[in-house]
């Protein structure tokens, strides 16, 4: 095509966030996601926009609330140990239901760990962004058209939900290079009834809130909550199958790990090896369904991930135990190679689901 | 003529009106108990009055308010 | 003739203040302001984590409830979203001194062009009365049962005096509301501090001199007392910066 432009994966979210309407950034410097806020700095203010680098991570991400709670699209981008600083700031958005796009570019862990790809915040995303009760839609681009894609996805999301939405990349996502289109039909958002923009002395106030006192009153919030969650979940799965209808094996992995994996169930083929795979687009919802119905045939699952055993977890779930499992990884900056993956999934042939 | 409404309900018996009032106009009323169980302030001396306002300039919970 | 009446941005709805204690009566001068410049439409609150965790439910302009220290972050999303609107956090010591001073010092010294109300009352009042980063040396709270250890646990921090340090800070101010001629004071400096952000000058924070007669285990009279013998002689009142005013002269 020829409105293709090559674009960094950080890039390529920065502007695909501004096309989606996003007009105010703010962050904190760390590798490797400064591309983003390099970026955001250089065109938020030619388009009237506001870039602004907060004095940590803790503040960018309360910047942020203060934004949504005005309704405006708003995003910051961190990398793990960033992530962590603001968690505190996600729990007041889940409580608050603010709408908002957060990025993490993961990088080795735990503690400072490395600035090389990993996908060790798995959990972290998926089941603990922060203190009490909540999710947060998590999205998980293998290319870096996706990197564009998701954001715009995600900004949609995270206005129909009232709720954060997480692009989980890596460094390796983050730092390639690839073509990618960013022609985007960009939904209306919705009204926003609930922002504190003045009252104008025509309304009652709002109040952006995440704070009850009576107990009664918090867990009529959580399960008003959870019943979204749940609409979610029936609705908003998003995965590419690969090779599955004929699979007896069935590799699982997102991002960086998908396109090793892609590799090597291309020289397993060749071997007359029936194996396929699932690559989650949605960490959470995860798509349970494909899996659970891929487990009619298949034997084995190999969960490929850039951390000890994350996301094998909710492969194990879904498919409610009923196969073998086994995880091909490897953690801190290592990716695994398409070599090591054939290897795991020749041997789980040669076993053929026996334990 | 001054004219001092009071909001008694609300009130919660500080008493910090009552320190400030240069006339002696008020004092919390020990025979009574209003709804959150303290005693409220009344005017024992509304006539002398000056409607300086000190009682509700220092009144925490805006309960008070001045006519003249 | 009405002398005097709640104001229209003050809610109805009771305030959940311990008797005599001195935030309703700053949360009224903030309203008066409000009032009187006629900006309740426009107005923006963020309230803190602490005792004033429930300002959302007094003031009657748009209100937004922030995590704990973080107000003036939250404040720089709004402002910067809304530029036109006003803007001003209401935050106790624990909030803006401790756990938020970063927050605090950087929005100072962007010059974020909000109003700062910073209530000093030199103790953690929500949590029950410990060792606020402004409690005096050695008074004693839960914290501090022995007295604040200034060799154990270092001095009370300034905050008007440290942020007058402070570039981009545009306007500091101390007051107390302790007794009326301090309260005319502090709402003559809370209303400056309002009309620096619509005249689009800055940075403006006034720190209050409050009580909390609970926690100190005073009656509120004698609270008020303590803060003209104890409070004022450690946190002198005054205006520590006002750039503007220092300019034209």
Redesign the interface.
């Given at each position: 095509m020829a409105d293709k432009v090559l674009m960094k994966g950080n890039e390529a979210i920065a502007e695909a966030a501004i096309i989606a309407g996003c007009r105010h950034y703010f962050g904190y410097p760390i590798t490797p996601q400064t591309e983003i806020a390099a970026y955001m700095a250089k065109r938020m203010p030619k388009i009237g926009g506001c870039f602004l680098q907060a004095e940590s991570e803790v503040a960018a991400i309360n910047m942020v609330y203060g934004v949504s709670s005005t309704g405006h699209r708003v995003m910051t981008s961190s990398s793990s140990p960033g992530i962590s600083l603001k968690s505190e700031g996600l729990s007041y958005l889940a409580g608050a239901d603010l709408p908002a796009l957060v990025v993490n570019v993961q990088r080795g862990g735990p503690g400072l760990g490395g600035i090389q790809p990993s996908q060790s915040d798995y959990y972290q995303a998926t089941k603990a962004g922060g203190h009490g009760d909540f999710r947060m839609l998590v999205l998980a681009p293998a290319s870096v058209q996706e990197m564009a894609d998701l954001t715009v996805k995600g900004f949609e999301l995270a206005d129909k939900y009232r709720m954060t939405s997480m692009i989980l990349a890596d460094g390796t996502m983050g730092q390639m290079m690839e073509p990618v289109s960013l022609q985007y039909d960009v939904k209306e958002m919705p009204e926003k009834k609930w922002a504190t923009t003045g009252t104008n002395m025509e309304r009652e106030h709002n109040i952006v809130n995440s704070l009850f006192l009576q107990p009664d009153e918090l867990e009529k919030s959580n399960i008003e909550r959870f019943e979204r969650y749940k609409y979610i979940e029936e609705n908003e799965a998003m995965y590419e199958e690969y090779m599955m209808d004929d699979a007896e094996i069935c590799i699982a992995a997102f991002g960086i790990a998908s396109r090793v994996a892609k590799n090597a169930i291309v020289e397993a083929r060749k071997k007359g090896i029936k194996v396929g795979m699932i690559r989650p687009i949605t960490l959470w919802p995860f798509p349970n369904k494909p899996f659970l119905k891929a487990s009619e045939k298949a034997h084995t699952f190999i969960s490929v991930e850039l951390s000890m055993g994350q996301m094998i977890d909710d492969v194990k779930l879904a498919t409610k135990c009923r196969g073998e499992y086994v995880l091909c990884n490897r953690v801190g900056g290592m990716i695994p190679s398409p070599e090591e993956v054939l290897l795991a999934i020749e041997t789980a042939n040669k076993n053929g689901g026996a334990k | 003529m001054?004219n001092l409404k009071f909001l008694t309900d609300?009130c919660?018996?500080?008493?910090?009106c009552v320190?400030?009032c240069p006339k002696k106009v008020l004092a919390l009323a020990t025979d009574k108990i209003n709804l959150?169980g303290?005693h409220p302030v009344e005017a024992v001396n509304p006539d002398s009055c000056i409607?300086c306002?000190?009682c509700?300039?220092?009144?925490?919970?805006?309960i008070?308010?001045?006519?003249? | 003739?009405?002398?005097?009446?709640?104001p229209h941005a003050?809610t109805d709805v009771?305030?959940h203040?311990?008797?005599?204690?001195?935030?309703?009566?700053v949360?009224?001068l903030v309203a008066e302001v409000i009032d009187e410049l006629g900006i309740e439409g426009k107005t923006i609150g963020i309230a803190p984590v602490g005792c004033s965790v429930m300002a959302y439910n007094y003031f009657n302009c748009d209100m937004i409830e922030a995590s704990h220290g973080r107000a003036p972050a939250v404040a720089t999303g709004v402002k910067r979203a809304l530029p036109e609107n006003v803007v001003f956090t209401y935050q106790g010591d624990g909030d803006l001194a401790s756990i938020g001073m970063a927050e605090t010092v950087h929005a100072a010294a962007r010059n974020e062009n909000i109003t700062v109300i910073f209530i000093n009352n030199a103790i953690y009042g929500m949590t029950g009365g410990q060792m606020a980063p402004t409690s005096l040396p050695g008074q004693i709270t839960q914290t501090s049962p022995y007295g604040r250890d200034t060799n154990h646990c270092g001095f009370p921090v300034k905050i008007c005096e440290m942020l007058s340090q402070v570039d981009g800070a545009e306007y500091l101010e101390r007051v107390a509301v302790n007794?009326?001629k301090n309260?005319?004071n502090a709402k003559k400096a809370i209303k400056k501090a309002f009309e620096n952000q619509i005249n689009g000058k800055g940075f403006s924070l006034v720190e209050v001199i409050s009580s909390c007669?609970t926690n100190w285990g005073l009656?509120?009279?004698k609270a008020?007392e303590w803060i003209d013998e104890k409070m004022i002689p450690y946190y002198p009142l005054g205006v520590y910066k006002d750039r503007s005013a220092k300019e034209a002269e």
């Open positions: - | 001054a609300k919660k018996g500080c008493g910090l320190e400030v959150k303290h409607a306002a000190f509700a300039t220092m009144c925490p919970d805006c008070i308010t001045v006519e003249r | 003739m009405v002398v005097f009446e709640k003050l009771p305030m203040y311990c008797p005599g204690c001195t935030h309703g009566i949360h009224r007794n009326v309260v005319k007669p009656t509120p009279k008020l």
